[in-house]
């Protein structure tokens, strides 16, 4: 069953507009909390059809950062593992004018207990935040559904994903399918995993922010142009684009109904970014289409229940991938030491870490101070252990 957005919207709107004249004295954040909630939802029912058409035009006009970060991480190598504090963004914010924000945790090494940092935060200010839960594709490998199963029942509508961790899976992309959940895919440049992703699945809505590329990579970005022109179910956020012609390009080629405003905060300020989509001195519609509007349809295809259809295909990928480890493992076991840790590692990481040879070189000499004699288990979770501490 989808959620109904809309009666979520009208049910706290009332309150916020009846107390008006008086939000002014109240505190900074919590008077932003006042704002539309999409998270929980509850409060008293819309009574008369002008106050709904008021609410209405407020959520019409609703400002959405689809791409923040906030929590702790636990690598502490650089900021983007280390700290996302979610107090300074929240001010920049409100002060930008940005009604609502969706976050999700920094680089962590454990994703379930970070999701939960994340939900103690939307907690925190359940007016401003919608929360997504990250997911690490093959570390969480035969559990990212109970993962986002669980994210859901704290009221997170998407899923994160970056791909210098590992790229999405058939497991993950299932997950998302089964809840109709947005899934925000980092891609790190390497567009050409979109088609693959988009193909497969056109059915699940993929966000693919920094038009490809947080490191400025021309080729990355006029690709996703091209994937936002041809598939129906790929999106992008202009979070980190600093070649500003490019979002030029891809709404002129793909139009305002596929890109969305995004900031990566905190560690970008909201304003600035959010500036580079009034310089696009579109249309009114237009311009409301990416603050927020676009994020706004995608978030209420969500659903809160799983149909059974899609509950099997996720059991049957779920079993698949325990199975496709294990039978790595036992591979792997036959193998000279040197020889077993670069195939177990090369089945885990698979072309994520393979395209980065220093990396890989890095993550292997961590794997070559793990004992001969110890379970596979363990040499997974080394090269787990390894590859996040020397990548991330």
């Known amino acids: 069953m989808a959620y109904e957005l809309e009666d979520e919207l009208a049910a706290e709107l009332e309150d916020e507009l009846e107390d008006e004249g008086e939000l002014e004295d109240e505190d900074e954040l919590e008077d932003g909390d006042r704002d539309v909630n999409l998270v929980f939802g509850g409060g008293r029912k819309a009574r008369k059809s002008s106050r709904r058409s008021r609410i209405a035009e407020r959520v019409a006009s609703m400002i959405v950062d689809c791409h923040c970060h906030a929590g702790k991480g636990d690598r502490m190598t650089a900021p983007w593992n280390t700290d996302a504090p979610i107090e300074p963004y929240l001010r920049r914010a409100r002060r930008a004018g940005i009604d609502k ?45 109970s993962m ?158 799983v149909d059974p259809k899609d509950m099997r295909r996720v059991r049957r990928e779920r079993s698949s991938s325990a199975t496709a480890g294990a039978q790595a493992m036992e591979a792997g076991s036959s193998l000279p030491p040197g020889t077993q840790v670069e195939h177990i590692c090369n089945h885990f990481v698979g072309m994520t870490l393979r395209n980065h040879a220093h990396d890989f070189l890095l993550a292997r000499a961590e794997l070559n101070t793990v004992a001969v004699g ?15 501490q020397h990548l991330f």
């Open 101 to 145: 924000t969706v976050v999700f945790a920094p680089f962590h090494s454990n994703y379930d207990e970070a999701n939960r940092q994340v939900a103690r935060i939307v907690a925190r200010f359940p007016g401003r935040l919608i929360g997504f839960a990250f997911v690490h594709a093959t570390r969480d490998a035969g559990r990212i559904f």
């Open 148 to 305: 986002v199963e669980r994210a859901r029942k704290w009221g997170f509508r998407g899923i994160k994903s970056h791909g210098f961790q590992a790229m999405p899976t058939r497991e993950l992309c299932e997950a998302a399918r089964a809840f109709r959940m947005p899934l925000l895919a980092d891609v790190v440049g390497r567009a050409e995993v979109v088609d693959l992703l988009a193909s497969q699945f056109p059915d699940v809505n993929f966000i693919i922010p920094h038009l490809g590329s947080f490191a400025d990579d021309w080729r990355a970005h006029q690709r996703v142009i091209d994937q936002l022109v041809r598939y129906p179910n790929v999106y992008t956020d202009t979070s980190g684009v600093r070649r500003f012609d490019y979002i030029v390009e891809a709404i002129k080629r793909a139009g305002a109904r596929k890109v969305l405003f995004g900031s990566d905060g905190p560690w970008l300020h909201p304003g600035l970014e959010l500036h580079k989509v009034r310089l696009l001195r579109l249309p009114p519609d237009q311009e409301s289409l990416i603050l927020g509007g676009n994020i706004i349809r995608l978030l209420r295809q969500v659903r809160s229940e």
């Open 374 to 388: 110890h379970a596979q288990q363990q040499v997974a979770r080394a090269i787990h252990l390894g590859i996040d």
